[in-house]
């Protein structure tokens, strides 16, 4: 056993660092917290909507947004992919989203806002055509300090099970 959570001894006074939990480790209705979170920027919003070529009224025209509710909100597309990102430390080891369903958009969220994300683990089984991989089913939501949920939705990853695949062939034990 090694003295520290986040790392596993292969040596005497040399660790690993662990990516993630097992596969194997994780179950049913486990809920996961998410850190750190991030602050959302409005100018950081509006720079990926020019580069996605998103012109949602609401995040790049000013007058649009002061009628919908003060300030600019921070483009949705953003908000779902930083959530699915903040994930991949717990889940690191995926192999492919296998689809994502009931992604739903609470709140707006605004400039300055900071959004925590937090997982639930609702399903997972053994692949049946992949032996070293797994399916698991996750429904993962984005939160603000005040508790306001901004984002919400169910994903279906493959990955691979514990101490299998490439993350072991390359010391990721």
Known sequence: ?????????????????TIGIEFDDLAVGMIIEHRPGFTLYARDSLERARISGDHTPSVVDPEVASA????????????????AATTTRVFGRVTANLGWENIVFEA???????????????????????????????????????????????????????????????GYV
């Open 1 to 17: 056993m090694s003295l520290f959570l986040s790392h596993i001894a292969i040596g005497e006074n040399e660790y690993v660092e």
């Open 68 to 83: 919908e509710g003060g300030q600019s909100s921070i483009l949705e597309s953003w908000i779902a992919g930083s959530l």
């Open 108 to 170: 707006p969220a605004r400039d300055g806002d900071t959004m925590f994300a937090e997982s639930t683990v609702l399903d997972k089984r053994h692949s049946k055509s992949r032996p070293d991989q797994g399916i698991l089913h996750i429904t993962s939501r984005g939160v603000t300090r005040k508790g306001t949920e901004i984002c919400r939705f169910e994903r279906r990853l493959l990955v691979y099970r514990s101490a299998q695949g490439p993350h072991k062939q390359a």
